[in-house]
């Protein structure tokens, strides 16, 4: 075999390896895109659940602390915000005011003692806490996704292939201040 020959082969081979390469890379971002895309999604299901939950609990005190119209009212706005909201910032942000809300809401129950004895008040308050603990462990593993993607796209050379197709950084959920990083106490 002549030297060109040999040449060109292992040109071809170095040329399909790369193409390998950047196959795998594309394909690697693609799939943390979509990790990320399915957390978002396990979010917005625990959301919804705890969306659904509010109209019960607001018409289950209603009944008990009618004149408290307007911590009910706060509590609805605050659900539909939450509900309305597009991204994740959105919905960060949506969901402290609804956290905080909530903690209005319960600290009016605290005042009426035929409410925290009601069963089904107590039944939606376990029900919330629920939601509220599996929220808090939807947004840490999104948070914990976008992260490895983030990562992913911005270091050598997957951020070559990332910045030829667009891939551009997701948004991390925040928690907002302080003050709403708790969730709502729903056990007297």
Avoid: C
């Avoid at 390469?21 to 957390?39: E, P, W």
């Avoid at 609805?76 to 919905?91: D, L, Q, S, Y």
């Avoid at 605290?110 to 806490?129: I, R, V, W």
């Avoid at 983030?150 to 950084?169: D, H, L, W, Y």
């Amino acid at each position: 075999m002549s030297t060109g020959i040999i040449i060109a082969i292992i040109i071809i081979v170095l040329l399909l390896l790369v193409i390998v390469a950047f196959a795998a890379m594309y394909n690697g971002l693609i799939k943390s895109r979509n990790f990320v895309d399915n957390a978002w999604s396990q979010i917005e299901v625990q959301l919804k659940r705890r969306y659904d939950l509010i109209p019960n609990l607001v018409e289950t005190v209603k009944g008990y602390a009618s004149h408290e119209k307007g911590t009910l009212e706060n509590v609805i706005a605050a659900r539909n915000a939450t509900m309305n909201a597009k991204t994740p910032h959105e919905a960060a942000e949506a969901s402290n005011m609804l956290t905080s809300t909530l903690k209005s809401l319960f600290a009016v129950a605290e005042a009426y003692p035929d409410l925290k004895a009601n069963t089904n008040f107590q039944d939606l308050q376990k029900q919330l806490k629920d939601t509220e603990d599996k929220i808090a462990y939807a947004r840490q593993f999104y948070n914990d996704t976008v992260t490895k993607y983030n990562n992913s796209i911005q270091t050598i050379p997957r951020n070559i292939v990332a910045k030829m197709f667009g891939f551009e950084p997701k948004e991390l959920f925040d928690a907002g201040p302080e003050e709403v990083r708790e969730a709502p106490k729903v056990q007297f």
